[in-house]
């Protein structure tokens, strides 16, 4: 029987120097392991970014690349959160073209899924919602039935630990 694919969360922070995202995602090229979604940004230290990626491979396989990213030079912490408890978000933009007829429904459905109609035009709407990735599948699902998906804008996942413990540095 073949193990499981698990999804996992990897948070990453990294020195903010040319090169040092290059050198994670080639790792996980390297052992045959897809990045599903990945989003960098800056931290409130300018000389780190985080990132957060979200791939699938096995609680064993996933450790080992865990332990990888930690040898890699620029690397500063890495947090496998899939295993702790946290808060996962993702945010979508969708771009929807949408008949008269339906445009109050879909509005609708949109406020009460939490999202927000950003640009309300006479033959269609751009809408974000953030929440997890189940409910975003959820909510591209159901706004496909009363509109046409003209575009779909998705950030991946982002995450952040419950526990309340400081980002220290191994290189500290």
Known sequence: MLPTLMRHIIAIQLQNEAGAL???AGLFST?????????????DDPTVSRITLVTRG??????QIVAQ????IDVVTVEDMTGGEHIERELVLLKLKV???QADAVRGYVVRSGGRVLDPAS????????????EVDAFVAELGKGAQLLEVVRSG???ISRLAKEARSRRE
Do not use: C, M, Q, W
Not at 31 to 43: D, K, M, P, Q, W
Not at 58 to 63: E, G, L, N, R
Not at 123 to 134: K, M, N, Q, R
């Open 123 to 134: 033959d269609g709407f751009i809408v974000e919602l953030t929440a997890s990735e189940s």
């Open 99 to 101: 008949r008269p007829e």
């Open 31 to 43: 052992r045959g392991y897809n990045i599903e979604s990945l989003s960098v940004a800056a931290t």
């Open 69 to 72: 990213l930690n040898k890699l």
């Open 157 to 159: 996942a982002l995450g």
């Open 58 to 63: 096995s609680d064993a396989a996933v450790h």
């Open 22 to 24: 290059t050198r994670v």
